[in-house]
Nanobody, 127 residues
Framework: QVQLVESGGGLVQAGGSLKLSCTAS????????MGWFRQAPGKERDLVAAVSRTGVYTYYVDSVKGRFTISKDNAENTVYLQMNSLKPEDTAVYYC????????????????????WGQGTQVTVSS
C-alpha cells in the first residue's frame, strides 16, 4: 500500500520558481528520511536534496545550494522542494524517495539506500 506521489512540476521560465510536493502513503511517515532526486535525458539520476526524519537536518547538492529548499511535514506526510531562481540545467524528471531510518538525525545520500520511489514529475525550465 506504500506509494509516493509527486506533484508541482511544469514549465517555467528561467529565473522562475516551482514548489514540488510529495505525499506519502506510509504508516509512520516520521520513521522515514526523504530525498529528492532528478534525472535529465541521457544522464544519471542524482541526489538534489535530502532531509532527516525530523526535518531538522538537510543536505543539498552544490549546484542547488541557496536556490532550493527541502522541508518535511510529518503531520501531513509530505515532503516539499521549493525551487527558486531556476535555470535551464535544472530541467529533469524529479523523483521523491523514502528511506526507513532508525536515527532521527540521519540524511541519506545514496539512491540505493532508499526503499520507495515516486513516479516522478517533469520540470522544464526554458531560457
Amino acid at each position: 500500500q506504500v506509494q509516493l506521489v509527486e506533484s508541482g512540476g511544469g514549465l517555467v521560465q528561467a529565473g522562475g520558481s516551482l514548489k514540488l510536493s510529495c505525499t506519502a502513503s506510509i504508516g509512520t511517515f516520521s520513521r522515514y528520511s526523504m530525498g529528492w532526486f532528478r534525472q535529465a535525458p541521457g544522464k544519471e539520476r542524482d541526489l538534489v536534496a535530502a532531509v532527516s526524519r525530523t526535518g531538522v537536518y538537510t543536505y543539498y547538492v552544490d549546484s542547488v545550494k541557496g536556490r532550493f529548499t527541502i522541508s518535511k511535514d510529518n503531520a501531513e506526510n509530505t515532503v516539499y522542494l521549493q525551487m527558486n531562481s531556476l535555470k535551464p540545467e535544472d530541467t529533469a524528471v524529479y523523483y521523491c524517495a523514502a528511506a526507513a531510518t532508525v536515527q532521527p538525525e540521519v540524511v541519506r545520500l545514496g539512491d540505493r539506500e532508499y526503499d520507495y520511489w515516486g513516479q516522478g514529475t517533469q520540470v522544464t525550465v526554458s531560457s
